[in-house]
């Protein structure tokens, strides 16, 4: 079993920035895939930047402007958020999928952007 919790979030105004964080415990070695997600009000979960070990993909919404990447030994990994606009309010989810394909998830943090 994994276990998610995730930190930063929060009100920023246009063109602000913001760090997402997520770390993970228990069997981390098994995970094989890191990400984040986003869900709008009235909108479906989509995915905003999936990391692997050979390269990190980005909705074509964020490129430019958001970075993504593990750190501490894939222990942890961070969404930077810069030049953020107010279509980026969200919940933001953390996931994690193991070598097994199971699916872990953080419990969300919101991202309000004010114009």
């Known amino acids: 079993q994994v276990q998610l919790v995730e930190s930063g979030g929060g009100l920023v105004q246009a063109g602000g920035s913001l760090r997402l964080s997520c770390a993970a415990s228990g069997s981390i070695s098994s995970l094989s895939l890191w990400a984040w997600y986003r869900q709008s009000p009235g909108k479906q979960r989509e995915v905003v930047a999936v990391?692997?070990?050979?390269?990190?993909h980005y909705v074509d919404s964020v490129k430019g402007r958001f970075t993504a990447a593990t750190e501490n030994a894939e222990k942890t990994w961070y969404l930077q958020m810069n030049n953020l606009q107010p279509e980026d309010t969200a919940v933001y989810y953390c996931?994690?999928?193991?070598?097994?394909?199971?699916?872990?998830w953080g419990q969300g943090t919101q991202v309000t952007v004010s114009s």
């Open positions: 996931n994690a999928r193991s070598n097994t394909l199971t699916e872990y």
């Open positions: 990391i692997t070990r050979r390269t990190t």
